[in-house]
Protein backbone atom coordinates (compact mmCIF):
# COMPACT_ATOMS: atom_id res chain seq x y z
CA UNK A 1 0.00 0.00 0.00
CA UNK A 2 2.98 2.13 0.60
CA UNK A 3 4.25 2.10 -2.98
CA UNK A 4 0.81 2.87 -3.89
CA UNK A 5 0.45 6.21 -1.81
CA UNK A 6 4.04 7.40 -3.19
CA UNK A 7 2.61 7.18 -6.39
CA UNK A 8 -0.58 9.17 -6.05
CA UNK A 9 2.68 11.59 -3.85
CA UNK A 10 4.52 12.00 -7.15
CA UNK A 11 1.08 12.04 -9.38
CA UNK A 12 -0.10 15.03 -7.19
CA UNK A 13 3.58 16.53 -7.16
CA UNK A 14 3.55 16.22 -10.94
CA UNK A 15 -0.26 18.02 -10.80
CA UNK A 16 0.93 20.49 -8.78
CA UNK A 17 4.26 21.67 -10.56
CA UNK A 18 1.99 21.20 -14.18
CA UNK A 19 -0.27 24.34 -12.96
CA UNK A 20 -3.95 25.03 -14.33
CA UNK A 21 -3.39 24.24 -17.97
CA UNK A 22 -2.02 20.93 -16.90
CA UNK A 23 -5.26 20.21 -15.06
CA UNK A 24 -6.85 21.50 -18.19
CA UNK A 25 -5.19 19.21 -19.88
CA UNK A 26 -6.20 15.40 -17.98
CA UNK A 27 -9.83 17.10 -18.33
CA UNK A 28 -9.13 16.85 -22.16
CA UNK A 29 -7.72 13.71 -22.06
CA UNK A 30 -10.08 12.54 -19.66
CA UNK A 31 -12.71 13.04 -22.07
CA UNK A 32 -11.06 12.06 -25.19
CA UNK A 33 -10.66 8.62 -23.60
CA UNK A 34 -14.04 8.79 -22.02
CA UNK A 35 -15.13 8.66 -25.87
CA UNK A 36 -12.43 6.87 -27.23
CA UNK A 37 -13.52 3.98 -25.17
CA UNK A 38 -17.49 4.69 -26.29
CA UNK A 39 -16.47 4.12 -29.60
CA UNK A 40 -14.92 1.15 -29.47
CA UNK A 41 -17.70 -0.41 -26.72
CA UNK A 42 -20.19 1.20 -29.84
CA UNK A 43 -18.25 -0.78 -33.03
CA UNK A 44 -17.50 -3.70 -31.22
CA UNK A 45 -20.80 -4.80 -28.87
CA UNK A 46 -23.89 -1.97 -30.04
CA UNK A 47 -23.15 -2.26 -33.67
CA UNK A 48 -22.72 -5.57 -34.63
CA UNK A 49 -26.36 -5.77 -33.71
CA UNK A 50 -27.72 -3.17 -34.88
CA UNK A 51 -26.26 -4.28 -38.32
CA UNK A 52 -27.86 -7.37 -37.64
CA UNK A 53 -31.04 -6.16 -37.55
CA UNK A 54 -30.57 -3.80 -40.36
CA UNK A 55 -29.41 -7.17 -42.67
CA UNK A 56 -32.51 -8.82 -41.70
CA UNK A 57 -34.81 -6.06 -42.20
CA UNK A 58 -33.60 -5.77 -46.01
CA UNK A 59 -33.66 -9.34 -46.43
CA UNK A 60 -37.06 -9.49 -45.59
CA UNK A 61 -37.49 -7.17 -48.50
CA UNK A 62 -39.04 -8.99 -51.39
CA UNK A 63 -38.11 -6.60 -53.82
CA UNK A 64 -34.55 -5.00 -53.67
CA UNK A 65 -34.14 -3.82 -57.42
CA UNK A 66 -36.36 -0.66 -57.81
CA UNK A 67 -34.90 2.52 -57.15
CA UNK A 68 -37.16 2.96 -53.52
CA UNK A 69 -35.13 -0.21 -52.41
CA UNK A 70 -32.42 1.23 -53.71
CA UNK A 71 -33.25 4.43 -51.95
CA UNK A 72 -33.97 2.72 -48.46
CA UNK A 73 -30.32 0.53 -48.71
CA UNK A 74 -29.10 3.84 -49.12
CA UNK A 75 -30.32 5.16 -46.31
CA UNK A 76 -29.17 2.43 -44.64
CA UNK A 77 -25.99 2.46 -45.66
CA UNK A 78 -26.01 6.79 -44.20
CA UNK A 79 -27.42 5.54 -40.96
CA UNK A 80 -24.66 2.99 -40.55
CA UNK A 81 -22.46 5.60 -41.30
CA UNK A 82 -23.40 8.18 -38.91
CA UNK A 83 -23.85 6.25 -35.84
CA UNK A 84 -19.86 5.02 -36.58
CA UNK A 85 -18.93 8.37 -37.33
CA UNK A 86 -20.76 9.83 -34.01
CA UNK A 87 -18.08 11.71 -31.50
CA UNK A 88 -15.49 10.96 -34.04
CA UNK A 89 -14.81 14.72 -35.08
CA UNK A 90 -15.11 15.63 -31.39
CA UNK A 91 -12.35 12.94 -30.76
CA UNK A 92 -10.08 14.43 -33.53
CA UNK A 93 -10.62 18.08 -32.21
CA UNK A 94 -9.38 17.16 -28.65
CA UNK A 95 -6.54 15.12 -30.06
CA UNK A 96 -5.72 18.86 -32.03
CA UNK A 97 -6.44 21.00 -28.66
CA UNK A 98 -3.90 19.07 -26.65
CA UNK A 99 -1.33 20.00 -28.07
CA UNK A 100 -2.30 23.77 -27.97
CA UNK A 101 -3.08 23.47 -24.33
CA UNK A 102 0.67 22.01 -23.77
CA UNK A 103 1.65 24.97 -25.57
CA UNK A 104 -0.52 27.24 -23.56
CA UNK A 105 1.04 25.63 -20.82
CA UNK A 106 4.52 26.52 -22.15
CA UNK A 107 4.08 30.03 -22.70
CA UNK A 108 2.79 30.35 -19.19
CA UNK A 109 5.83 28.79 -17.84
CA UNK A 110 8.05 30.77 -19.63
CA UNK A 111 6.07 34.01 -18.04
CA UNK A 112 6.77 32.98 -15.09
CA UNK A 113 10.43 32.39 -15.68
CA UNK A 114 10.72 35.72 -17.34
CA UNK A 115 8.71 37.15 -14.00
CA UNK A 116 11.17 35.71 -11.84
CA UNK A 117 14.48 36.79 -13.88
CA UNK A 118 12.29 40.21 -13.62
CA UNK A 119 13.06 40.32 -9.95
CA UNK A 120 15.37 38.52 -8.99
CA UNK A 121 18.10 38.69 -11.94
CA UNK A 122 19.80 35.71 -12.94
CA UNK A 123 20.53 34.43 -9.53
CA UNK A 124 17.24 32.86 -8.53
CA UNK A 125 17.95 29.58 -10.63
CA UNK A 126 15.51 28.02 -8.44
CA UNK A 127 12.74 30.29 -9.39
CA UNK A 128 13.49 30.07 -12.90
CA UNK A 129 13.33 25.98 -12.95
CA UNK A 130 9.64 26.22 -11.58
CA UNK A 131 8.60 28.17 -14.64
CA UNK A 132 10.86 25.91 -17.02
CA UNK A 133 9.07 22.86 -15.11
CA UNK A 134 5.74 23.76 -15.97
CA UNK A 135 6.83 24.73 -19.29
CA UNK A 136 8.10 21.34 -20.31
CA UNK A 137 6.17 19.02 -18.19
CA UNK A 138 2.58 21.16 -20.09
CA UNK A 139 4.47 20.55 -23.28
CA UNK A 140 4.96 16.56 -22.53
CA UNK A 141 1.84 15.77 -21.43
CA UNK A 142 -0.16 17.94 -24.28
CA UNK A 143 1.95 16.31 -26.75
CA UNK A 144 1.72 12.88 -25.66
CA UNK A 145 -2.01 12.52 -25.07
CA UNK A 146 -2.19 14.23 -28.46
CA UNK A 147 0.01 11.31 -30.07
CA UNK A 148 -1.92 8.83 -28.35
CA UNK A 149 -5.56 10.10 -29.47
CA UNK A 150 -4.23 10.37 -32.79
CA UNK A 151 -3.08 6.91 -32.77
CA UNK A 152 -6.51 5.60 -31.70
CA UNK A 153 -8.82 8.28 -33.32
CA UNK A 154 -6.65 7.26 -37.14
CA UNK A 155 -7.75 3.43 -36.25
CA UNK A 156 -11.53 4.00 -35.37
CA UNK A 157 -11.41 5.59 -38.64
CA UNK A 158 -9.85 3.33 -40.59
CA UNK A 159 -12.50 0.68 -38.60
CA UNK A 160 -15.56 3.18 -39.58
CA UNK A 161 -14.54 2.70 -43.42
CA UNK A 162 -14.07 -0.92 -43.29
CA UNK A 163 -17.46 -1.51 -41.21
CA UNK A 164 -19.78 0.96 -43.72
CA UNK A 165 -18.19 -0.98 -46.57
CA UNK A 166 -19.21 -3.83 -45.17
CA UNK A 167 -22.61 -3.28 -44.97
CA UNK A 168 -22.68 -1.92 -48.44
CA UNK A 169 -22.06 -5.35 -49.24
CA UNK A 170 -23.91 -7.02 -46.62
CA UNK A 171 -27.19 -5.21 -47.93
CA UNK A 172 -26.54 -6.11 -51.66
CA UNK A 173 -29.38 -5.74 -54.78
CA UNK A 174 -29.40 -9.63 -55.46
CA UNK A 175 -29.03 -10.23 -51.64
Known amino acids: MT????NLFNIQLL???????LWLILLASILMWTLIAER?????WVYPKTVAVMVAEWQQRAERRSWAAQQIRAGMIAQSRASLKRYLMFIK???GALPMLGL???VDGMIQTFDVLTVFGTGN?????GGISVALITTMA???TALSGLY????????????VESVADQLRRDG
Not at 3 to 6: A, H, I, L, M, R
Not at 152 to 163: C, N, Y
Open 15 to 21: MESGGVV
Open 93 to 95: TLT
Open 152 to 163: FSTELEARMRHA
Open 3 to 6: TFGN
Open 142 to 144: GLL
Open 125 to 129: ARGMA
Open 40 to 44: YLFVF
Open 104 to 106: LGT
